[in-house]
């Protein structure tokens, strides 16, 4: 009887609504790599990367399952030498960045050990969001909530940003940008800032972002967004957005043929591994491009299903824990995985500009790969540890 209690017990807190779909993506972006590896004529050795990614979801697997071990004052505790290893790490890349790949790619963002990339930033992300909650978890703790203290808050907040986006703007990395800016984001609404402070935050992003689209569409705002620091590409980028056939041979050709590629799926999609239409860097940002040609509007519907259901049972961990800090945790992971799905597929089909973000547990990439198994694990830890419904202190 006691085995089976024991049984009982484990089975509950283990949230099997977040394996599930995590399991489901994982291997519909195995079988999404096989077909835009098999339809690259660049691309001759297919069982390699195939089997890297695989190994990847291996190791992200056993992360998942040492980190629900930890509980939520051992993450506490362990929060400012994981920030400060992240940081380390990602300051190593000026001197010990990949050569090759930085030619390639024009970003200074990657590793390379005898043929495994990886990329420090994406785990940098987890070590961010503790970051967040731990500073904020601190804060609340020590002060009520008035509009010093609000601003108080914020400044902290600020002061451990500041150094990662020193070192992404070093990289060259927009698009890894915009999700830490996505994370703060996060923390930032659910921190418990009044909405004196908060509103015209929002306002101010909705102009700024207003703004910068009016000076791309007149010649003297892209002069001045040049003398910015802007880059050509990046300006390129937002064009393609705003017409996606103005250059379809050019500039604009992988968000156009990203659109006729999805367009050409139908309903029900063409099968599997059949490609008639040819889209740059399929196996990583634009793999959702072979989710809409090989299966069609079902196929897409049920990828972003499977996201919807990860993202609501992350939900619904973050409301059930009375902890604060696991709560401003799972706040920052929903925010990473969300905003990555969301640029993603918005920019494939059109929605939103390029920048060169993957899909989450689908897209080619071992570190972004663990980086959200990582996230994955500690949430589900908040589940399975029996202190999660305890007030952290």
Same mark, same amino acid.
């Given at each position: 009887?006691?085995? @089976? ?27 999404? %790599?096989?077909?835009?590896? !098999? ?15 695989? %190994? ?16 939520? *004052? ?15 790490? &990602? ?5 010990? #960045? ?24 994406? %785990?940098? *992300? ?8 731990? @500073? /904020?978890?601190?804060?609340? %703790?020590? #002060? ?34 915009? /999700? ?23 306002? /101010? ?24 620091? @802007? ?8 064009? !393609? ?11 604009? &050709? ?80 929903? &925010? ?42 500690? @949430?589900? !830890? &908040? ?11």
């Amino acid at each position: 009887m006691e085995k @089976v209690k024991y049984k009982y017990s484990l089975d509950n807190r283990i949230d099997y609504g977040i394996i599930l779909p995590v399991f489901v993506l994982s291997l519909m972006g195995l079988a999404a %790599l096989y077909a835009a590896l !098999s339809n690259d004529q660049m691309t001759k050795d297919i069982m390699t990367p195939m089997l890297k990614q695989l %190994l990847w979801i291996l190791i992200g697997a056993i992360a998942v399952v040492i980190l629900m071990q930890f509980s939520s *004052k051992m993450l506490w505790k362990i929060t400012p030498f994981v920030y400060l290893m992240g940081l380390g790490l &990602m300051t190593s890349l000026i001197w010990f #960045h990949d050569e090759n790949l930085a030619a390639l790619t024009g970003s200074k963002n990657w590793f390379n050990f005898g043929g495994f990339t990886f990329q420090p930033s994406e %785990l940098m *992300k987890i070590a961010y969001i503790l970051m967040l909650a731990y @500073v /904020v978890t601190k804060h609340n %703790l020590k #002060h009520l909530h008035t509009i010093k203290n609000d601003f108080l808050l914020i400044g902290k907040l600020i002061i451990f940003t500041i150094p990662i986006v020193i070192l992404l703007q070093f990289q060259k990395d927009l698009g890894t940008m915009l /999700v830490y800016v996505a994370i703060l984001g996060g923390v930032f609404l659910l921190s418990g800032i009044s909405w004196k402070i908060v509103l015209p935050t929002i306002i /101010v992003f909705i102009l700024l972002a207003a703004g910068i689209l009016y000076l791309v569409t007149q010649d003297a705002g892209r002069e001045f967004l040049f003398s910015m620091g @802007v880059k050509q590409y990046q300006l390129a980028r937002i064009d !393609s957005w705003i017409d996606p056939f103005h250059d379809a041979t050019g500039n604009s &050709m992988q968000q156009a043929q990203a659109l006729i590629a999805i367009g050409s799926g139908g309903m029900f999609g063409k099968g599997f591994n059949v490609s008639e239409v040819y889209v740059p860097v399929r196996e990583s940002d634009m793999i959702f491009t072979i989710i809409g040609e090989n299966f069609g509007f079902v196929g897409g519907t049920l990828m972003i299903l499977m996201y919807f259901i990860l993202i609501y049972r992350m939900i619904r961990v973050c409301f059930d824990t009375n902890n604060e800090f696991y709560a401003y945790i799972a706040t920052g992971i929903i &925010m990473m995985i969300l905003f990555h799905v969301f640029e993603n597929i918005g920019s494939n089909i059109g929605l939103l500009p390029l920048t060169g973000i993957p899909l989450p547990f689908v897209s080619q990439g071992g570190s972004s790969l663990l980086g959200n198994l990582i996230g994955v694990g500690i @949430v589900m !830890s &908040m589940r399975f540890q029996q202190d999660d419904y305890q007030k952290f202190r």
